[in-house]
């Protein structure tokens, strides 16, 4: 989609919604009442692009997390289901490209000119890195698009492979250096008056910016001319400690209208109570994949959610969520599982025609009747599913939802709207279940977006330096990274009450992990495998894992490394259907497994020549498993 086409979109939007009782509106000067793309200064319109790429990058994480298998939902016919069968539909590839194209590349060249004409060089350095940021993600998502021609006047603008657009970025990025790198005028707008990100540190946007340059480089390990030794030279500019973290932060807002704005995108995303985390990525965490050790990981508890339960003597306990096994089972089509359960108001009633014999309180005078104590309760009445309560939801409260305090700074962990027996029942004591889940650290309304941070960059060294065969180094680096990424997450944890799920990682058991057989300590212990897998905790829910398990062909035994994600495999649900995306059914070819998503349907509706040229198969369903530019050793690859 080209830019004219952009912004006969914004302006239509703007007819409609933008000051319908100004008869001005029109008026050609910079009247800061009229709808024109030249008002808004460098930092006003600095925060929208900032935070309308986050809604790119994070959505494209999303999707990303349900391919490499990292959560899971109840089973349903809808789009998210689809591509956890690996058939990506149409409909879930539109959202990404259209958050960066129609709601943040659009706006770029305006800043850049806006900042240009006051010298405000810092600002044009932020719009040409994200510029870079988004194209790449772009091409990292869809292989071919528009890019020479796609933010210009070309109504139908060409596709460019997915080599003119890396090269393209990686220009762009080093542009973006030189200009962060300025000195601006006093009479330049500063940079802090509009960043969101990094509070105007341009010391961070140009680390931010090398991180960028060393994920990029580390991302062409298939291709002949991969150098470690580019890659460690743009870390020694890169992040260097959790200081210089570029990361978005999100409100848990007690206003439901900002909350519904500025919440974390994986909470918008992510947050329906029918989300699960898979017992693959679960396995990371408690080590309990083949050939772990089963020492559990401090932040399991913190990313993998808690329920409160009933013990044999009747006193509750916490539980640590289990993990839907999607690969080896079909617990989501035998009978819609996992089954969404709720703590409820119940009393046994043999006459209950639900599997559980159960009778639920519906009213607030049962509610408070002693007969009726809290359980589990799910409203599935397939047998078969009544042990679902151990796949505890993801969900976790906005604090706008929550009703218990006059001030609403309650911590409750509310997965649901609650449903269980009143305080004033006679029952109710701090023995009573009623805590449903402590949530997941990436999907609560105010989880932080980790952008580019030093844990990243500590795992792409360790991953460099095994290449270059120094594993002495790779061991400082990967050890490093397990630090960097608990310390970061520490940063947003000690917002919190220190609840379970919610509580600081304490530096002892930092220490303990580091020191256990769940991490290398020697060099002649350290595999690609053990860096990667820590790489994946590290980096949740985001594109780069995805690319990251293209890189290594998946579970497939890498030629030097052996398999990196050991227990990886098709989900169960994978059908004929879904094999009609993929050419081949033996797991060591490429085309075996998922490499892009679908070309979104803008570009197939409305630039359909260029579309169909960009690749021989673009119109057809096995472009699902056609890699992508960096994903295949030769240039020449379609």
Excluded at 98 to 123: G, M, R, S
Excluded at 310 to 323: F, M, P, Q, R
Excluded at 486 to 494: D, S, T
Aim: charged share 20%.
């Amino acid at each position: 989609m080209s830019m004219k086409k952009i912004i006969y979109i914004i302006a239509g939007i703007l007819l409609l919604t933008v000051f319908p009782a100004c008869e001005k509106w029109l008026d050609v000067n910079d009247n800061p009442s009229s709808a024109s793309n030249a008002v808004p200064t460098p930092d006003l319109r600095l925060r929208s692009i900032q935070m309308q790429f986050v809604d790119a990058y994070e959505s494209s994480g999303t999707r990303a997390s349900w391919i490499t298998q990292n959560v899971t939902r109840t089973n349903s016919s809808n789009n998210n289901d689809l591509i956890q069968r690996w058939r990506f539909p149409l409909a879930s590839a539109t959202w990404p490209y259209q958050a960066w194209f129609v709601y943040c590349a659009a706006n770029l060249q305006p800043l850049i000119d806006k900042a240009t004409e006051e010298e405000a060089w810092h600002y044009v350095g932020a719009a040409q890195l994200i510029h870079a940021w988004g194209f790449m993600l772009m091409a990292d998502l869809y292989g071919e698009m528009p890019y020479t021609e796609a933010l210009g006047e070309a109504l139908n603008p060409v596709f460019d492979d997915g080599k003119t657009i890396f090269y393209g970025c990686m220009d762009m990025l080093e542009q973006a250096i030189v200009n962060l790198s300025k000195s601006q005028p006093a009479s330049a707008t500063a940079l802090s008056g509009g960043d969101i990100w990094n509070g105007g540190d341009v010391q961070k946007w140009i680390k931010l910016a090398y991180g960028l340059k060393a994920r990029w480089l580390n991302n062409l390990t298939k291709k002949p001319f991969y150098d470690p030794d580019a890659v460690l030279d743009a870390l020694a500019k890169a992040p260097q400690s959790v200081a210089d973290n570029t990361t978005m932060q999100f409100i848990n807002s007690t206003l439901s209208d900002r909350a519904g704005t500025v919440a974390a995108l994986q909470h918008t995303n992510l947050g329906a109570t029918a989300t699960r985390l898979t017992k693959w990525y679960t396995d990371l965490l408690t080590n309990e994949f083949t050939g772990g050790s089963g020492v559990l990981d401090p932040r399991a508890t913190r990313i993998i959610p808690s329920g409160e339960f009933y013990k044999s003597d009747g006193t509750k306990e916490w539980k640590l969520s289990k993990g839907a096994d999607i690969i080896n089972t079909n617990i989501r089509t035998n009978g819609n599982g996992p089954a969404q359960f709720e703590i409820r108001a119940t009393k046994p009633d043999p006459d209950n025609t639900h599997p559980s014999k159960l009778a639920t309180a519906t009213t607030v005078a049962q509610r408070g009747d002693k007969a009726f104590t809290n359980r589990w309760r799910s409203t599935n009445t397939n047998a078969a599913r009544q042990g679902d309560s151990i796949y505890i939801s993801c969900y976790s409260d906005r604090l706008d939802w929550i009703l218990t305090s006059t001030d609403n700074t309650n911590d409750r962990y509310l997965a649901y709207r609650y449903n269980g027996i009143t305080e004033a029942n006679p029952n109710y004591n701090s023995s009573i279940i009623d805590i449903t889940s402590t949530g997941s650290f990436y999907i609560r309304a105010d989880a932080p977006a980790h952008l580019v941070c030093y844990h990243e960059m500590c795992f792409i060294k360790a991953e460099a330096l095994l290449r270059k065969g120094d594993a002495g180094g790779a061991l400082t680096a990967y050890k490093a990274g397990i630090r960097a990424h608990m310390e970061a997450m520490n940063e947003k944890l000690r917002e919190y009450p220190q609840v379970l799920g919610k509580e600081v990682i304490p530096e002892a058991d930092i220490a303990a992990f580091l020191s256990s057989a769940a991490v290398a300590q020697t060099a002649g212990d350290l595999t690609m495998a053990k860096i990667m897998q820590q790489k994946q905790i590290s980096m949740s829910l985001t594109v780069q894992n995805w690319t990251d398990m293209r890189r290594f062909n998946y579970s497939v035994p890498d030629p030097q490394f052996g398999v990196v994600y050991p227990d990886f495999g098709r989900p169960f649900e994978f059908d004929a259907s879904a094999q009609e995306c993929y050419p081949s059914t033996d797991p060591s070819n490429i085309r075996y497994w998922p490499r892009r998503v679908l070309q979104c349907t803008h570009e197939q509706t409305y630039n359909e020549t260029n579309w169909l040229a960009s690749h021989p198969e673009a119109s057809q369903r096995t472009i699902l498993s056609a890699p992508v530019w960096w994903d295949y050793p030769t240039d020449d690859y379609k």
